[in-house]
């Protein structure tokens, strides 16, 4: 079951705000040094295969925009499926 908790404004803008940031390197079979991570920047548009955060499969977000942040929780930047390049992980 989903976290309900109600966060006020002030939170919902501290939990965007990042302290580390690491070049992402897609690959099939290593995850990102430092996983899991809160977000993605991309840099460059295209397709991301992300595994998401202890699932261990790769989920495609089709058609991204260059300068995008994706706010997921995510192990893994998969080279397959992924056409998107200039990406940042985010936590």
Known sequence: MA????????????QMVYENAVAV???????VTGS???ALYVGVG???ALDLYGSGEA???K???SGQLLPVKFD?????????TNMVALK
Do not use: H, Q, W
């Not at 893994?76 to 998107?84: E, K, L, P």
């Open 3 to 14: 976290n309900s908790r109600k966060y006020s404004v002030v939170e919902s803008l501290n």
């Open 25 to 31: 390197s897609p690959n099939d079979s290593a995850d």
């Open 36 to 38: 899991p991570y809160l």
């Open 46 to 48: 295209g397709d991301v």
């Open 59 to 61: 989920i495609v977000f």
């Open 63 to 65: 058609n991204l925009a």
């Open 76 to 84: 893994r930047v998969d080279d397959t499926n992924t056409t998107a």
